[in-house]
């Protein structure tokens, strides 16, 4: 087994519990470790004779508040932050992030139409036009059965004015009825709940495992036309990427809202300490991606308390100086992807 992964395992179930040992209320670790074994025994007596027994007093906090709350952070992590690393992967560009291709956009438009609507319909309808940007930017972006990647990037970035043009105008229209959809679009967890949870689990372990099958395609890739006299179906697997890439980003911000720079960041991290190899940076880079989110929804939670922070506005101000960090290493051409 190799040394990193154990390591990002404990280090992913020792920022989970600290997430939800911390928070508005103050708990002790006996209140939340109890709360969590009530937790398990409830659940298995679903299934076994198994008697809970009495609940403990922070029960509700801590297994119905806190926990689906830092366990949905951390597979939003994982999905974020594996379509990071195979985003830089498809389109050869070490700055490319999971929202490149007009996710976020779609997902802002749909979220201002489901406000128009009725706000229940926000989350649902930013799913939907989630899938619709990519669709609309891969035909777009389509030429003779082929899909080049400048082509394709650059039409998501005229899809995503064009839709955030249209969202604008809802917003300055609809100041009201947009209230909510703000605070989406910021990023959040707030009120997430068990089928959330299980949600993003299964989105999540199926996306980072295809991935992590399919990493000699991911190093192949790279090599951009050269690979297809290695034997790659390069339009095949373009395709597959980008489908995967995008149901990574359309579940997440179903689920959570937008929250960038977590599938810039952990690639970028895990590539220094592992090297470009896609067998160890695609798994590698979900866990850490899931460790950061956690560890950002933390912050959200305390660093004003009683007052919650979107956590869209902490991974922004963790990952711009980031961020510009690396493009003055692009910029000297000290970066490859």
């Known amino acids: 087994m190799r040394k990193w992964l154990p390591a990002l395992l404990i280090l992913s179930a020792l920022s989970i519990f600290l997430g939800v040992y911390f928070g ?20 298995l007596s679903r299934f076994t ?79 939907l036009f989630s899938f619709l940007s990519v669709f609309i930017v891969y035909t777009i972006a389509r030429t003779n059965g082929a899909v080049p990647v400048d082509t394709l990037l650059l039409a998501g970035i005229a899809y995503g004015f064009l839709a955030n043009a249209i969202t604008w105008y809802i917003y300055v229209t609809h100041p009201q009825e947009s209230h909510l959809s703000w605070m989406w679009l910021l990023g959040s967890f ?9 949600i993003m689990l299964v989105v999540s372990l199926l996306g980072v495992g295809f991935l992590s099958w399919r990493w000699r395609e991911l190093n192949l890739i790279l090599l951009g036309e050269e690979s297809i006299a290695l034997g790659l179906d390069l339009h095949l697997y373009r395709k597959i990427f980008l489908g995967v890439i995008a149901t990574l980003t359309a579940f997440a911000v179903y689920t959570a809202g937008i929250i960038g720079f977590i599938g810039l960041v952990s690639p970028h991290i895990m590539r220094l300490l592992l090297g470009p190899n896609h067998r160890e940076l695609t798994p590698a880079t979900a866990l850490f991606g899931g460790v950061l989110l956690v560890i950002a929804d933390l912050l959200a939670r305390t660093v004003a308390k009683p007052t919650v922070i979107p956590v869209g506005i902490v991974t922004a101000l963790m990952g711009a100086p980031f961020f510009l960090y690396l493009l003055m290493r692009h910029k000297r051409g000290e970066l490859v992807a």
């Open 190 to 198: 707030n009120g997430s709940t068990w089928r959330d949870v299980g």
């Open 49 to 127: 004779e198994v008697n809970p027994g009495k609940a403990p007093d922070y029960f509700v906090i801590v297994w119905q508040l806190r926990l689906p709350e830092v366990l949905l952070a951390y597979f939003v992590g994982l999905a974020l932050a594996s379509a990071g690393v195979a985003s830089q992967a498809l389109f050869r560009n070490p700055l490319a992030d999971p929202y490149i291709i007009g996710i976020s956009s779609g997902a802002a438009l749909g979220s201002a139409i489901g406000t128009l609507i009725n706000p229940a319909y926000m989350a649902p309808l930013a799913l």
């Open 24 to 43: 508005p209320v103050s708990l002790s670790v006996s209140d939340v470790t109890q709360s969590l074994t009530y937790g398990v025994k409830l659940t």
